[in-house]
């Protein structure tokens, strides 16, 4: 690769020395996960570790991390594990695409385990592993393998952009590309782990997407963004296009025991395997404009899924009515819940059955293979993995 470095080679060498020095005095060396001074490390906890952090905060995942590793301590005990026990730590913790590629990952490491003896070695046979990208590859292996493995996640990212002045848009694949090639010639050959968690470290706690604390950085000398006073114009991405919102009944179903309706949702796309309540798509909108409503037969049955196109009918149906909570500002104000796609406003709704139109409505969704729950609010909030927006609705009624 041709890519020019900005750099003297001075610094560019010196580089890693001022990240690691300050890292050793100065940087965060009790985070459970950490390797960095185990002469044995554990890809595992790695593993587990770099999955949770993707997109979500050290302070969010601790916990999360301890609960796994308490519950699964070996990568046998997550794959051997059910998935509603998976979803059930996962829960709350969002993007629960992430909980079943670790599911899936962790029965395809078994295999390889098995089969080799041990973990994978090397960064392409971690790639190979469901839902493990070419960064999370390298921290896997530079730090629970102590082998040589180069990272470039978004810490990463803007630490270099930064130093560097690097002005082009990060989303774009020339930039990428450059961004790898100056990781990989900043990374040490020697004890590449170490100084991947420092520069985790660096991003998170001095070159932080607001307010960097420049004044302490090791490497503010010879940062272009510092130099420039446009620390927070690095890195360059594109402005993001504004989201849609999605509209939503969230239907609390009650039997004569007052338990709630509770339906699995399928394996494939949003909160996939998690447990929800039926939902009664209404419209979605970008900003005044209506993209979509539930008239519209393709937007019904893309935004409602099986068990909630059987709910809603059986509703209409049996001629019933959903009530809405009584509550004058949640009517007025419906739950926000924001994905990375969308906004979704949720409205509880309410609707008490007697015991055969319990009976009838649970035989028709499990006649069609859909998996059903009757639990109260307490009860599912203990024993299912519920996504965050549940526990809004849940908190609100």
Known sequence: MNTKFNHTKAELDSFAPRILNWFDDYGRHDLPWQQHKTDTPNPYIVWLSEVMLQQTQVTTVIPYFQRFMTSFPTVQDLANAEWDNVAEHWAGLGYYARARNLHKGAKQLVEIIEETGDFPQTVEGWEAISGVGQSTAGAIVAMGLHGYGVICDGNVKRVITRWAGIEGDITKSATTKELWALAERLTPTEDSGHFAQAMMDMGATLCTRRNPNCSQCPIHADCIAYHQGKQESYPVKAKKKPKPSKFSNALVITN??????????????????????????????????????????????????????????????????????????????????????????????????????????????????????????????????????????????
């Open 256 to 397: 004569t025991d007052d338990k709630i309706l509770w339906l699995q949702r399928p394996d494939s796309g949003i909160w996939g395997g998690l447990w929800v309540l039926p939902l009664q798509f209404e419209k979605k909108t970008l900003g005044k404009k209506l993209l979509s409503t539930s008239d519209e037969d393709k937007a019904y049955e893309s935004e409602n899924s099986l068990a909630e196109q059987i709910v809603d009918q059986w509703i209409a149906d049996n001629d019933l009515k959903t009530h809405p909570i009584n509550d004058g500002l949640l009517e007025s104000a419906p739950i926000k819940h924001t994905l990375t796609h969308f906004h979704w406003y949720l409205q509880p709704q309410t609707l008490a059955l007697n015991a055969k139109q319990a009976e009838q409505l649970s035989k028709l969704l499990t006649d069609a293979d859909i998996n059903i729950l009757w639990l109260p609010a307490t009860e599912a909030k203990e024993t299912l993995g519920l996504p965050k927006a549940m526990l809004k609705v849940l908190e609100a009624i």
